[in-house]
């Protein structure tokens, strides 16, 4: 199921090494998805070094409320980190998937870290989020 971008305009020339703002809520409170992908889609203004990678923190809020820290300015937790994406040495555009993650039944909000060695572009940046969930016969 296609959960639609959990970042979007926060990766705006997100600089290297760079953290962004907390994304929009994802809440898996009422459909209790167990499976999740995550796919980067964006480019480089400047080709990184391939292999360094995009790292992508899930905050969550355990209580339905107060979400884990980390924001632009304060590094997640590592506990925290759901995928990497590592990227190709091109300033086209990229596309990657991650492996499956899982998260709990409670509001998520998404920071991603520029792990490379040269700023996102100005636009065109997303994070998309996918789900699934075992069929119960």
């Not at 107060?66 to 994406?85: H, K, L, Q, W």
């Not at 572009?121 to 699934?132: D, I, K, Q, R």
Request: charged letters at 15%.
């Amino acid at each position: 199921v296609d959960e639609g971008d959990v970042l979007t305009t926060e990766m705006n020339s997100l600089a290297a090494a760079g953290l962004t703002a907390k994304g929009s809520a994802y809440d898996n409170t009422a459909d209790l998805r167990q499976h999740f992908w995550a796919e980067f889609s964006g480019s480089f203004g400047s080709s990184p070094v391939a292999g360094q990678a995009l790292v992508l923190y899930a905050l969550r809020a355990m209580d339905g409320t107060n979400y884990e820290d980390g924001d632009a300015s304060t590094t997640p937790p590592a506990t925290a980190i759901v995928a990497t994406f590592p990227v190709r040495a091109s300033t086209s555009a990229q596309r990657i998937a991650s492996t499956r993650f899982e998260l709990p039944p409670c509001p998520v909000k998404f920071v991603l870290y520029n792990g490379t060695s040269q700023a996102l572009s100005a636009s065109g940046n997303t994070v998309g989020l996918y789900s699934a969930t075992d069929e119960v016969q």
